[in-house]
């Protein structure tokens, strides 16, 4: 286990070559460990190779840990010996749930956030921490609709679960804007309020326009570069906070591995902001 140096981009397989071969100072990777919890074959073996001179951060999607009921121990066992074997420097999953049931489905769900599910969660994040040994980050979720039931504010919320677990915050600076454009709050106040001394890990990613143009919502789709209001809350969260491990999101539309490495070198260039106070 390590530290994550400065700003990182998530490993694509069709960025495999490009960055076995890139020696940018500070560069680290995320991966998602869905997609290597296998006992051997080329990814594994291309992500052991890229982990010889990079560091690593793994970025779960599916602990469910927002479900009712404990994370599956295969799954979680199964993370467990990844971790063992990949030693990152950070792991990290989201305030979500995706599976019931022995059912899964294909997105991070929204719950109400009452004081029963903050029990259930912190007690999830306890077993992770537990079977790998170490404190994981939290994600703040993305918003496309108001669910009823909340008697926790979400920044709130996640606070008390790092408080009662000792788990560290990973703050989605994209989820922000997009939830606050699709629920109607202000992103600059949830930046402003949001727990700096918890946050482990920043990320940063692109975001489109729902394919109805009536609905008005934004979408995380992590298909486009980061955007101009994104950047901007980010250059207030780090002045804020002081600079923390970043990572340039990119999931579909891939482009060169050098357009997300200069993204990454924009990022790696603002966390040397002053701060502006403490936070």
């Known amino acids: 286990m390590g530290t994550l140096p400065g700003a990182g981009l998530g490993l694509k397989p069709q960025h495999y070559e490009a960055a076995l071969a890139c020696h940018a100072e500070g560069l680290w990777f995320e991966v998602h460990p869905e997609n290597y919890l296998v006992e051997g074959g080329p990814r594994i073996a291309w992500l052991e190779a890229i982990r010889a001179d990079h560091p690593l951060s793994l970025h779960g999607v599916s602990l469910s840990l927002a479900a009712d009921c404990a994370p599956d121990a295969d799954h979680l066992g199964r993370l467990a010996a990844l971790a063992r074997r990949l ?143 994104v950047w901007a809350l980010y250059e207030q969260l780090v002045r804020r906070i002081g600079p923390r491990p970043t990572l340039i999101e990119r999931d579909d539309k891939l482009p060169e591995f050098s357009d997300l490495l200069a993204e990454r070198e924009r990022a790696a260039a603002l966390m040397l902001a002053p701060r502006e106070r403490a936070a």
């Open 87 to 229: 030693e990152p420097a950070l792991v990290s999953e989201h305030l979500a749930w995706s599976a019931w049931r022995g059912n899964y489905h294909p997105d991070l769900l929204p719950f109400p956030r009452t004081g029963a599910a903050l029990t259930r969660i912190a007690a999830n994040i306890c077993a992770v921490q537990e079977a790998l040994g170490r404190r994981i980050a939290i994600e703040n979720p993305a918003h496309y609709l108001r669910i009823d039931g909340h008697s926790w504010d979400e920044i709130d919320f996640l606070a008390e679960l790092a408080r009662r677990t000792g788990c560290g915050l990973l703050l989605d600076v994209n989820n922000v804007h997009v939830g606050a454009h699709n629920l109607g709050y202000s992103a600059q106040a949830y930046i402003d309020r949001f727990p700096g001394a918890a946050v482990m890990e920043i990320h940063l990613a692109g975001h489109s326009a729902d394919a109805d143009p009536a609905s008005g919502l934004l979408i995380d789709s992590h298909d486009a570069p980061v955007a101009a209001a």
